[in-house]
């Protein structure tokens, strides 16, 4: 790559935290000010201290993990299949042309818009819900896992083939490694899916996890509260992030992307 | 190994038709010789190599590869233009490729690579991976990754022809000093001539599609030829040869007039 600017520096890794610093502190300060109404907008000291004090009282933990267990259930389930069936229809042309056009037909549908069929076909319980996240994280792995192994360029089969590799060794040389950046490309985008889709039927249903929170601070307008869940969606999504890069460095150390 | 190609011919068929790429290809190398194979692009010298490797079956006329007495051994190695070199696995791993494939323990298959690393001067490198390396360095990788396996041919397809003319003189001098000490049976495949003339023993001139051969050049002077030999009246002479007949080749295939 050699357009553009593609150096990073050290130093400006800590600019976007100081951006944050500066956004919290200007926003606490106009709070105080009432420049900005502290009703709809309470002080990020506020925030914390009901953050603190949801979590005293375990009713900020619970929806926190019914949340993570929700999003992590759909997404392993999607993303596995996904995985496996990109996996053959990029080894085999006569599946992806079966199979392809219908994943162009489904995909383009907002996968929330399904969720009432879904619970037509797997009841109004957790297993609805777990599967319509599925259905969301499925299409990024499969539509990256295929692509991933579309792109690994024919030489290298013809090398490991004249190296005398086997199908086995083939796979575990050439395909996985070659396919894994676009497959971790794939998880990233079904993991920030998954935690869209998540949040978005806690909030239509209004039972549990920080949707629901969401939704009944709103109502019941303890804005304080819908800024700590939103702050733990946050920090949810920051925690995927990292995760992703460390797995990144480890799994692909030889990728020039492998920032993500 | 004694390798005869009699009457080879390759066919592919496209979508307008069926595409002759070889007919009548028939030439015969003997073990320990190096032979140069030249002709314009397109003539089909890729999938000749590609035949005697194995990867592609013809579509007529036979090969016979008669193997040498040692067992477990592969019989062709690669080394492709550029990019053959497994971007996931350090130099270490690439080198060692081939043996791990053939299922050499890791310790044996790294004490085998890092001697031939090290013939080529990559010892500090043994672990960085490709895209940290020049693409000097890496064609070095390539080939060291061939001649660790100790096959009975080398089939070279163009391996220096996207390096710059100062480091290609290096590599084929270095090519030319292991492959003495080895004393391996090279097919080498390139579109320049000098290139040619200089590291073969023997040069077959190829046609344009469908790819044939149409001279087999024996070049008697001695090794090592150096940059002075280039104008060298034998090789000067073999060059005018060549020439004529590749630029009658071309024109031809550009649709010139001739």
Not at chain 1, 63 to 73: G, M, P, Q
Not at chain 1, 79 to 107: E, F, K
Not at chain 2, 113 to 129: D, T, V, W
Request: charged share 15%; net charge neutral.
């Amino acid at each position: 790559m050699s357009w553009g600017d593609q150096r990073y520096s050290p130093r400006l890794k800590w600019v976007p935290l100081i951006i944050g610093l500066l956004f919290f502190g200007g926003w606490e300060l106009a709070s105080w000010a009432k420049f900005i109404s502290p009703l709809f907008f309470p002080p990020p000291s506020v925030i914390i201290e009901a953050l603190v004090r949801l979590f005293g009282t375990g009713e900020l933990a619970a929806n926190l993990v019914a949340t993570i267990t929700r999003l992590l259930s759909g997404f392993f389930l999607g993303g596995l299949v996904g995985l496996s069936l990109g996996m053959l229809m990029g080894w085999s042309a006569a599946t992806r042309q079966v199979i392809d056009p219908l994943i162009a037909a489904i995909h383009p549908i907002p996968k929330i818009s399904i969720f009432p069929l879904i619970m037509i076909v797997f009841g109004i319980g957790a297993m609805a819900k777990t599967m319509v996240i599925a259905v969301a994280a499925f299409f990024p792995m499969v539509i990256n896992t295929m692509a991933g192994m579309r792109q690994i360029s024919p030489i290298y089969f013809e090398v490991a083939t004249n190296y005398g590799a086997s199908p086995w060794q083939i796979f575990r040389h050439v395909i996985l490694p070659g396919s894994s950046p676009m497959i971790l490309a794939g998880v990233r985008l079904a993991l920030n899916l998954s935690l869209t889709l998540t949040t978005s039927i806690e909030l239509l249903m209004g039972q549990d996890g920080l949707g629901a929170m969401i939704w009944l601070s709103w109502q019941t307008l303890r804005i304080e509260e819908l800024y700590a869940a939103i702050f733990c969606l946050a920090a949810i999504g920051i925690t995927f992030r990292f995760t992703l890069i460390f797995l990144a460095k480890r799994l692909v150390p030889w990728s020039e992307r492998n920032g993500l | 190994m004694r390798i005869t190609c009699n009457r080879i011919r390759l066919e592919y068929p496209t979508q307008n038709g069926v595409l002759l790429a070889l007919q009548e290809t028939s030439f015969s190398v003997a073990s320990e010789e190096f032979v140069c194979i030249v002709g314009p692009s397109g003539c089909g010298k890729t999938s000749l190599l590609k035949i005697i490797a194995g990867l592609l079956q013809p579509t007529g006329g036979e090969i016979d590869i008669q193997a040498s007495q040692k067992n477990g051994k592969p019989k062709s190695a690669l080394v492709f233009q550029e990019h053959g070199l497994f971007p996931w696995m350090s130099v270490l791993d690439n080198v060692g490729i081939g043996l791990q494939f053939h299922g050499v323990a890791r310790t044996e298959r790294h004490t085998r690579s890092m001697a031939f690393i090290e013939q080529f001067g990559l010892s500090e490198f043994a672990h960085s991976y490709p895209h940290e390396l020049s693409v000097g360095m890496r064609q070095r990788v390539s080939l060291a990754r061939a001649f660790v396996m100790d096959p009975d041919v080398l089939l070279m397809d163009e391996p220096f022809a996207s390096l710059d003319a100062l480091t290609k003189v290096v590599l084929q001098e270095e090519l030319l000093r292991i492959w003495k000490d080895h004393k391996k049976q090279v097919i080498y495949v390139t579109h320049d001539i000098e290139e040619a003339l200089l590291l073969g023993d023997r040069v077959l001139v190829m046609s344009g599609r469908p790819g044939s051969i149409r001279d087999d050049i024996k070049v008697l002077l001695p090794r090592p030829r150096d940059l002075q030999d280039r104008s060298h009246p034998e090789i000067v002479s073999h060059k005018e040869h060549i020439w004529a007949i590749l630029e009658e080749e071309v024109r031809k295939s550009i649709g010139g007039v001739t």
